[in-house]
């Protein structure tokens, strides 16, 4: 079983900057993929970044983040960290950190951001 523990969330003006972190403990070597979703209030949760775990994938962003955001892997803390620039308001959200493949999916518990305007 893998556990995550997100830190780095907080209040930011808008135009700001802040690093989120997410520590995975336990083997993720099977899993294809770990990143980054985030729910706002009364919206769906939507993407907003991923690296690849496993050969051949592809780090990914959300269109929403493009540009801005920047994520990277520390492979031998099993640590995956979510670089914000240039933060808007609409990036006010809970942002989850997860892993993902066929041994399943695991998300944290969650951290929240908020860009004031």
């Known amino acids: 079983q893998v556990q995550l523990v997100e830190s780095g969330g907080g209040l930011v003006q808008a135009g700001g900057s802040l690093r989120l972190s997410c520590a995975a403990s336990?083997?993720?070597?099977?899993?294809?993929?770990m990143g980054w979703n985030r729910q706002a209030p009364g919206k769906q949760r939507e993407l907003v970044a991923f690296?690849?775990?496993?050969?051949?994938?592809?780090?990914t962003y959300g269109d929403s983040v493009k540009g801005r955001f920047t994520i990277f892997r520390d492979n031998s803390e099993n640590t995956v960290y979510l670089q914000m620039n240039s933060l808007k308001p609409e990036d006010t959200a809970v942002y989850y950190c997860?892993?993902?493949?066929?041994?399943?999916?695991?998300w944290g518990q969650g951290t929240q951001v908020t860009v004031s305007s």
């Open positions: 997860g892993v993902w493949g066929r041994p399943g999916a695991y």
């Open positions: 336990g083997s993720i070597s099977k899993f294809n993929a």
């Open positions: 690296v690849p775990i496993t050969r051949g994938g592809a780090t």
